[in-house]
Nanobody, 120 residues
Framework: QVQLVESGGGSVQAGGPLRLSCAAS???????MGWFRQSPGKEREGVST???????RYADSVKGRITLSKDNAKNTAYLQMNSLKPEDTAMYYC???????????????WGQGTQVTVSS
């Protein structure tokens, strides 16, 4: 089982950037990882995923504004978010699995989440 710890959330004005980090233990080089978000009263939705060989996928709502990357040497995945909008406000979670679930929530391992709040 992989333990995941998210960080980097906070409050930001619309149009601003944030970078979220997901530190994994023990390793992530052979795993699929994803970032998801959930707002109160809404279902958890996929934001972005990265596969073992580095290819990424993004939800239509964030394409062009968000970049997912991972540093296998540091066992850390990053979610760089630019041009943030109030509708991006949510708890953001990273997830990990040995199988590829894409933007679906079937991942085995989840972090506790980090809150992102975007004000207009």
């Amino acid at each position: 089982q992989v333990q995941l710890v998210e960080s980097g959330g906070g409050s930001v004005q619309a149009g601003g950037p944030l970078r979220l980090s997901c530190a994994a233990s023990p390793y992530i080089y052979s795993h699929y990882m994803g970032w998801f978000r959930q707002s109160p009263g809404k279902e958890r939705e996929g934001v972005s995923t990265i596969v073992i060989w580095g290819s990424t996928r993004y939800a239509d709502s964030v394409k062009g504004r968000i970049t997912l990357s991972k540093d296998n040497a540091k066992n850390t995945a990053y979610l760089q978010m630019n041009s943030l909008k109030p509708e991006d406000t949510a708890m953001y979670y990273c997830a990990d699995d040995r199988e590829d679930y894409g933007l679906k929530t079937g991942y085995d391992d989840w972090g506790q989440g980090t809150q992102v709040t975007v004000s207009s």
